[in-house]
Protein backbone atom coordinates (compact mmCIF):
# COMPACT_ATOMS: atom_id res chain seq x y z
CA UNK A 1 0.00 0.00 0.00
CA UNK A 2 2.60 2.22 0.83
CA UNK A 3 4.68 1.04 -2.10
CA UNK A 4 6.11 3.34 -4.92
CA UNK A 5 7.52 1.01 -8.04
CA UNK A 6 9.89 2.94 -10.54
CA UNK A 7 11.43 1.42 -13.69
CA UNK A 8 13.58 0.55 -15.39
CA UNK A 9 16.56 0.21 -13.02
CA UNK A 10 18.96 1.39 -15.36
CA UNK A 11 18.23 3.21 -18.38
CA UNK A 12 21.10 4.28 -21.48
CA UNK A 13 20.36 6.92 -23.49
CA UNK A 14 22.24 9.00 -26.81
CA UNK A 15 22.77 12.77 -26.34
CA UNK A 16 19.41 14.63 -27.49
CA UNK A 17 17.13 12.14 -27.13
CA UNK A 18 14.42 11.30 -24.93
CA UNK A 19 14.53 9.93 -21.52
CA UNK A 20 11.50 8.25 -19.70
CA UNK A 21 11.30 7.05 -15.96
CA UNK A 22 7.99 5.77 -15.17
CA UNK A 23 6.91 5.37 -11.78
CA UNK A 24 3.88 3.71 -10.07
CA UNK A 25 2.20 4.19 -7.16
CA UNK A 26 -1.24 2.41 -4.92
CA UNK A 27 -2.21 4.46 -2.15
CA UNK A 28 -5.11 7.16 -2.75
CA UNK A 29 -3.82 9.20 0.26
CA UNK A 30 -0.51 9.72 -1.78
CA UNK A 31 -0.63 13.58 -2.67
CA UNK A 32 2.59 15.00 -3.94
CA UNK A 33 5.49 13.59 -6.29
CA UNK A 34 8.47 14.31 -6.31
CA UNK A 35 11.25 13.61 -8.82
CA UNK A 36 14.87 13.94 -7.04
CA UNK A 37 18.33 13.67 -8.74
CA UNK A 38 21.40 12.32 -7.30
CA UNK A 39 24.76 12.42 -8.72
CA UNK A 40 27.46 10.11 -7.16
CA UNK A 41 28.70 10.90 -3.96
CA UNK A 42 26.56 13.37 -3.52
CA UNK A 43 22.95 13.45 -1.72
CA UNK A 44 19.13 13.60 -3.45
CA UNK A 45 18.11 16.83 -4.77
CA UNK A 46 14.92 17.91 -5.48
CA UNK A 47 14.27 18.13 -9.26
CA UNK A 48 10.74 18.48 -10.16
CA UNK A 49 7.67 18.10 -8.16
CA UNK A 50 3.40 17.58 -9.53
CA UNK A 51 0.45 17.55 -7.11
CA UNK A 52 -2.20 15.52 -8.75
CA UNK A 53 -4.70 18.33 -9.77
CA UNK A 54 -2.71 18.81 -12.69
CA UNK A 55 -2.04 16.11 -15.42
CA UNK A 56 1.34 17.28 -16.26
CA UNK A 57 4.16 19.87 -15.11
CA UNK A 58 7.23 21.14 -17.49
CA UNK A 59 10.36 23.27 -16.03
CA UNK A 60 13.32 23.51 -18.98
CA UNK A 61 13.44 20.58 -20.30
CA UNK A 62 12.11 18.01 -17.33
CA UNK A 63 8.57 17.23 -17.78
CA UNK A 64 6.27 15.70 -15.18
CA UNK A 65 3.17 13.69 -16.65
CA UNK A 66 0.45 12.25 -14.26
CA UNK A 67 -1.96 9.92 -14.75
CA UNK A 68 -4.35 9.94 -11.80
CA UNK A 69 -6.88 7.30 -12.74
CA UNK A 70 -4.05 4.97 -13.83
CA UNK A 71 -2.13 5.75 -10.59
CA UNK A 72 1.12 6.62 -12.42
CA UNK A 73 3.79 9.13 -12.92
CA UNK A 74 6.48 9.51 -15.84
CA UNK A 75 9.85 11.90 -15.73
CA UNK A 76 10.86 12.96 -19.40
CA UNK A 77 13.94 14.47 -20.02
CA UNK A 78 14.07 16.24 -23.64
CA UNK A 79 17.19 17.11 -25.20
CA UNK A 80 19.02 14.68 -22.64
CA UNK A 81 22.33 16.06 -22.23
CA UNK A 82 25.52 14.46 -20.74
CA UNK A 83 25.10 16.35 -17.71
CA UNK A 84 21.65 14.48 -17.09
CA UNK A 85 23.97 11.47 -16.10
CA UNK A 86 22.84 10.70 -12.72
CA UNK A 87 20.44 8.72 -10.62
CA UNK A 88 16.73 9.59 -10.52
CA UNK A 89 13.84 8.86 -7.90
CA UNK A 90 10.69 9.22 -8.10
CA UNK A 91 8.78 9.31 -4.78
CA UNK A 92 5.37 10.07 -3.02
CA UNK A 93 4.11 11.83 0.04
CA UNK A 94 1.21 11.50 1.89
CA UNK A 95 -0.48 11.42 5.40
CA UNK A 96 -0.27 7.78 5.86
CA UNK A 97 -2.36 6.26 8.79
CA UNK A 98 -1.88 9.07 10.65
CA UNK A 99 1.73 9.89 9.91
CA UNK A 100 3.64 12.13 7.05
CA UNK A 101 5.20 9.72 4.54
CA UNK A 102 7.60 10.57 1.58
CA UNK A 103 8.32 7.08 0.11
CA UNK A 104 10.89 6.60 -2.68
CA UNK A 105 11.25 4.44 -5.80
CA UNK A 106 14.03 2.20 -6.00
CA UNK A 107 15.66 4.82 -8.42
CA UNK A 108 16.95 4.86 -11.56
CA UNK A 109 20.24 4.95 -13.11
CA UNK A 110 20.73 6.70 -16.63
CA UNK A 111 23.27 7.27 -18.34
CA UNK A 112 23.61 10.17 -22.02
CA UNK A 113 26.22 8.77 -24.25
CA UNK A 114 27.85 11.44 -26.11
CA UNK B 1 24.95 28.87 2.45
CA UNK B 2 22.15 26.43 3.40
CA UNK B 3 22.69 23.03 3.83
CA UNK B 4 22.75 19.67 5.94
CA UNK B 5 26.29 18.73 7.33
CA UNK B 6 26.31 15.15 8.20
CA UNK B 7 29.68 13.21 10.01
CA UNK B 8 31.00 11.02 9.51
CA UNK B 9 31.03 10.80 5.69
CA UNK B 10 32.66 7.30 5.39
CA UNK B 11 32.93 5.22 8.59
CA UNK B 12 34.26 1.00 9.07
CA UNK B 13 33.54 -0.68 12.21
CA UNK B 14 33.03 -3.95 14.11
CA UNK B 15 29.63 -5.71 14.77
CA UNK B 16 28.33 -4.37 18.49
CA UNK B 17 30.22 -1.62 18.73
CA UNK B 18 28.19 1.53 19.45
CA UNK B 19 28.32 4.41 16.62
CA UNK B 20 26.66 7.96 16.10
CA UNK B 21 26.17 9.28 12.81
CA UNK B 22 25.82 13.48 13.35
CA UNK B 23 23.10 15.53 11.61
CA UNK B 24 23.00 19.16 11.28
CA UNK B 25 21.02 21.90 9.46
CA UNK B 26 21.57 25.63 9.32
CA UNK B 27 17.42 26.37 7.75
CA UNK B 28 15.74 26.36 11.02
CA UNK B 29 13.50 23.56 9.14
CA UNK B 30 11.37 21.83 11.76
CA UNK B 31 11.14 17.98 10.29
CA UNK B 32 13.87 15.98 10.20
CA UNK B 33 14.90 12.50 9.04
CA UNK B 34 17.07 9.97 8.72
CA UNK B 35 17.19 7.39 5.10
CA UNK B 36 19.25 4.61 4.22
CA UNK B 37 19.65 3.63 0.47
CA UNK B 38 20.60 0.40 -0.80
CA UNK B 39 21.07 -0.55 -4.36
CA UNK B 40 17.22 -1.51 -5.65
CA UNK B 41 15.60 -0.68 -3.07
CA UNK B 42 16.02 3.07 -3.34
CA UNK B 43 15.69 5.52 0.56
CA UNK B 44 14.07 4.17 2.92
CA UNK B 45 13.41 5.90 5.96
CA UNK B 46 14.53 4.92 9.53
CA UNK B 47 13.15 7.74 11.89
CA UNK B 48 11.61 11.20 11.49
CA UNK B 49 11.27 14.47 14.02
CA UNK B 50 8.76 17.25 13.57
CA UNK B 51 10.69 18.63 16.34
CA UNK B 52 12.40 19.18 19.39
CA UNK B 53 11.60 16.25 21.36
CA UNK B 54 9.14 14.78 18.63
CA UNK B 55 10.33 11.53 16.96
CA UNK B 56 8.95 8.76 15.24
CA UNK B 57 9.30 5.72 13.10
CA UNK B 58 9.53 5.18 9.43
CA UNK B 59 9.78 2.35 7.53
CA UNK B 60 12.71 0.45 8.94
CA UNK B 61 13.49 1.76 12.36
CA UNK B 62 15.10 -1.99 14.08
CA UNK B 63 18.32 -1.42 15.45
CA UNK B 64 18.47 2.75 14.93
CA UNK B 65 18.17 4.93 17.60
CA UNK B 66 17.17 8.79 17.14
CA UNK B 67 16.78 12.28 19.08
CA UNK B 68 15.92 15.61 18.63
CA UNK B 69 17.06 17.74 21.98
CA UNK B 70 17.66 20.79 19.63
CA UNK B 71 15.93 21.96 16.59
CA UNK B 72 19.53 21.65 14.03
CA UNK B 73 20.73 18.60 15.49
CA UNK B 74 19.02 14.79 14.51
CA UNK B 75 21.31 12.25 15.33
CA UNK B 76 21.58 8.55 14.28
CA UNK B 77 22.30 5.97 17.27
CA UNK B 78 22.97 2.61 16.13
CA UNK B 79 23.37 0.90 19.60
CA UNK B 80 24.70 -2.46 18.34
CA UNK B 81 25.69 -2.52 14.64
CA UNK B 82 25.14 -5.91 12.63
CA UNK B 83 26.58 -6.60 9.17
CA UNK B 84 23.04 -6.23 7.98
CA UNK B 85 23.02 -2.20 8.74
CA UNK B 86 26.16 -1.80 6.29
CA UNK B 87 24.84 1.12 3.74
CA UNK B 88 24.66 4.63 2.34
CA UNK B 89 23.03 6.59 4.80
CA UNK B 90 21.36 10.63 3.96
CA UNK B 91 19.99 13.14 6.88
CA UNK B 92 17.46 14.77 5.41
CA UNK B 93 15.24 18.34 6.90
CA UNK B 94 12.47 20.58 5.45
CA UNK B 95 10.82 23.45 6.49
CA UNK B 96 7.42 21.71 6.47
CA UNK B 97 6.22 18.24 6.31
CA UNK B 98 6.21 16.48 3.39
CA UNK B 99 2.61 16.04 1.99
CA UNK B 100 1.08 19.05 3.57
CA UNK B 101 -0.62 21.14 0.77
CA UNK B 102 1.32 24.33 0.22
CA UNK B 103 4.26 24.77 -1.70
CA UNK B 104 7.08 24.55 -0.02
CA UNK B 105 7.73 20.99 1.08
CA UNK B 106 11.09 20.73 -0.61
CA UNK B 107 13.88 18.05 1.26
CA UNK B 108 17.50 18.94 1.53
CA UNK B 109 19.55 15.92 1.84
CA UNK B 110 23.38 16.04 3.62
CA UNK B 111 26.21 14.54 1.68
CA UNK B 112 25.67 11.28 2.99
CA UNK B 113 27.50 8.54 5.17
CA UNK B 114 28.91 5.67 4.09
CA UNK B 115 28.70 2.86 6.99
CA UNK B 116 30.50 -0.56 6.67
CA UNK B 117 29.78 -3.07 9.72
CA UNK B 118 32.47 -5.95 9.35
Known amino acids: QQQVKQSPQSLIVQKGGISIINCAYENTAFDYFPWYQQFPGKGPALLIA?????SEKKEGRFTISFNKSAKQFSLHIMDSQPGDSATYFCAASGVIQGAQKLVFGQGTRLTINP | EAQVTQNPRYLITVTGKKLTVTCSQNMNHEYMSWYRQDPGLGLRQIYYSMNVEVTDKGDVPEGYKVSRKEKRNFPLILESPSPNQTSLYFC?????????????????FGQGTRLTVV
Open chain 2, 92 to 108: ASSLYPWGRRIMNTEAF
Open chain 1, 50 to 54: IRPDV
